[in-house]
Structure formats: C-alpha cells, structure tokens
Nanobody, 125 residues
Framework: HVELAESGGGLVQDGGSLRLTCTAS????????MAWFRQAPGKDREFVAT????????YYAEAVKGRFTISGDNAQNTVYLQMNNVKPEDTGVYFC??????????????????WGQGTQVTVSS
C-alpha cells in the first residue's frame, strides 16, 4: 500500500512563490508517473503537472505553464511543485497522485491509482 503525503501549502500573496512537497511511503519506480492536481472551491479537480519518473519528462496544464515546475528526488521518494508568480486563481487544494505508465493519460484522474490527502494553497490579491 502506497501513501502519499503533501506539505508546503499555505497563504501566499499574488505574485509570490510557494513550494509543495509530496513524499511517498515507498520507492517510486521508473514505471510510474507522479502528478499534481488541484481543486478550487466549487470546482472539479483539475490537472496541474505530471513528471515521468524515468527520463524526467514533464507535462503542464496551460494555466500554469511557465510559472510552475514539477521535479523529483529519487533518493527521497519525493516530488515537488515549485509555484512562482502565483495568482488568486491558483487557490485550491493541491493533491499529489501516482500512476503506472501503462495506463497513463496525464490529464485524466482515473489514470492515477494513489492520491494524497491534499494541501491547501490560498493566494491573496
């Protein structure tokens, strides 16, 4: 059983930066992808970014491209989301997720087998 634990959320001002961390309870193998999704109040959960653990290929939602960076630390079984130039519309609960490559559609929630509990990010204007 894999557990994912997010941390690093909080209150940040418009234009500021924040780094989210997701730590997996076990090793993240090269046959998996790690991702971040978010859910704003009253809205559906949406894709933010995905990292292919082998090869480090990344995918981003258009809304965050150029501002957010997903990265991983293999030795620490940890994935990060560096959020720069944040905007009020980035407010929401951010979730970490893990998916096997053989069923991966990066933007589809159902691809991901494991999810964390989420961490709240609030951007004030």
């Amino acid at each position: 059983h894999v557990e994912l634990a997010e941390s690093g959320g909080g209150l940040v001002q418009d234009g500021g930066s924040l780094r989210l961390t997701c730590t997996a309870s076990g090793r993240i193998y090269s046959t998996y992808a790690m991702a971040w999704f978010r859910q704003a109040p009253g809205k559906d959960r949406e894709f933010v970014a995905t990292l292919i653990w082998s090869g480090s290929k990344t995918y981003y939602a258009e809304a965050v491209k150029g501002r957010f960076t997903i990265s991983g630390d293999n030795a620490q079984n940890t994935v990060y989301l560096q959020m720069n130039n944040v905007k009020p519309e980035d407010t929401g609960v951010y979730f970490c997720a893990k998916a096997p490559l053989w069923q991966l559609n990066v933007e589809r929630e159902s691809s991901y087998e494991y999810w964390g509990q989420g961490t709240q990010v609030t951007v004030s204007s």
